[in-house]
Structures are given as structure tokens and as C-alpha cells.
């Protein structure tokens, strides 16, 4: 062999055993726990991890992930429910919130419609059965339009009272019912429920350990800013977090929010519950999903 070969087989020899040395290494990092309990909602990771949700859940696992969330879950067969629990479970996961009641169109809450108010009693009941299914103890309810013909105090007081009842139903369960503030300025106009300092009168009113609040960064931020001393006030009655960047409601690094610090001080509050990503990818396929990936692991607190 001549030597100029030689040299540069060896080169190229050194280099790829540099490289593989440096994917594992990375791997490893990936592979380590995030501090955080990150929960992904299916569809972020798809393009890199499968469009199967137990594959999802797996891969998740292997990047740090441990825990789950989603949103839509009731939508989906009690076959695939128990397919995705077991999935969770058997890594030692955990599975956060999912949506128990929601409607974009009916005043449910706020009003008086006693028949409006027994189809939301209905699907309480009906998210307990799946709640034990998932192994979770947390169920998200959304509270439906507010009525504009309604003075608002009177549409508090309907809510106070409908999730009262709703508490009888979660308390010999131990399940916590979240309620999530829905900014009116971008996605959801008409909503009942949009603002932290409203959902905390709830719960205050309510007072019961099974109606709790869902601080959703990104509505926050959209709706009144001022996030870290609205999050401070509301603390107690706070049961879960979710999070997205503004504008956009992409992966956190893309927008406005520093979400290092933000989850840094939610983390130095003593806070290891579930956050849960709710979010698109601002760029499409695998590059959008590892962007993500890496923005995750950039925020993670110390």
C-alpha cells in the first residue's frame, strides 16, 4: 500500500472513530433524565419517533422524557387507551392530563342550561373511568363560552356551583380537576374562563383539593403577561403547567418567553408536576421535531 494511502485511510479511520465516539456521547446525554417532568403530547416527536403512540412514548422515554399527556385522549378507543397505558407504565412513566369535558360552542359553565350542565356531569363521570385507566390523577375540563347576555358575576357563581358538583365526583378518587385560562386577544374568543387571577376565585371559591388550576404559559403570556408574579400569586392553587412560545404556540426558544429562567424559578419553588408541551414545531418533519428535542434539553433546569 503507498504511504499516501495509508496516511489517508488512517485519517478517515481516526475521524469516524472520533465521530462515533462523539454520536454516542451524545446519545448518552440525550438519554439522561430531563429534571423537569416534561410531558409531550403525541405528534411533536412523530416524524423521528413513528406515528405509533406507544412508539412515540418509547422513543420519548430513550430521549429523557418520563411522562406523557394527551389532550385528546377520550377521542380515542379504550383498546388504544389501555394500549398507550401500558405502554407509559411499563417504563415507569407517568401520564398527565387529559381532556375529561370541552366544547368551544355551548355556554356549559357559566349558565344555567340544566341540560348543558348535566351533559358536563356526565362526561366528569365518564373521565373517572378513564382517569383509573391511565393510571392518572389529573383531568383537564374546559369551562365552555361565557354568555354575554349574563352579568359576569352571576356566570362566576353558575361556575362555582357546577364545579362544586364536580368535586363530589372527583374527591373519593382523588383526582384533581385543572381548569385552564384561554386567551380571548388570539385563539379563543368568547371563552368564560381567561384570565390566572379568574380561575384562582374559582378555586378559591370552590375550595376543594380537586379543583385546581392549569397555568398555560403561553395563554398567560398572550392575555396579561407579567408571568412570573402572576404564576407567584396564584401559586397554591396551581395543579399543573403547559407550555408553548409566543407568538406562534411553537417549541420554546422560538418566541419571546425565557423559559429558562421561567422554569428555572418554577423549579427552585420546589415544583416537580407535570409540564406539558402543548405546541407545533415552527420547522416541519424530523428537523422540527430534534429542534425541539434541543430546545428542551437548553431550558432544563440546573
Known sequence: MERRTFLKNGILTAAVGITTAGNAQAERKQSTPFRMKFSPEFGIFAAVAGKDPADQVKWGYDQGFRAWENTGLK???????ERISQAVQKLGMEFGQFVGTMTFEKVTF??????????????????????KRMNT???HNVLGMSDPKLSRDFQMVNAVELLKRIADIYEPHNIIMVME?????????GMFLQTIPQAYA??????????KVLFDFYHVQVEDGNLLDTLDYAYDEIAYYQLADVPGRKEPTTGEINYKNVLQHLHDKGYRGFVGM?????KPGAEGALAALAAYRSIDPR
Open 75 to 81: 377521542s380515542k378507543s379504550i383498546a388504544e387507551q
Open 110 to 131: 357559566a349558565g344555567k342550561d340544566a341540560s348543558l350542565r348535566e351533559m358536563v356531569l356526565k362526561d366528569v363521570r365518564e373521565s373517572v373511568e378513564i382517569a
Open 137 to 139: 390523577k389529573i383531568v
Open 181 to 189: 385560562s384561554m386567551n380571548h386577544k388570539v385563539d379563543h374568543p
Open 202 to 211: 374559582l378555586a378559591k371559591s370552590v375550595a376543594s383539593p380537586s379543583v
Open 278 to 282: 402543548e405546541h407545533g414545531t415552527k
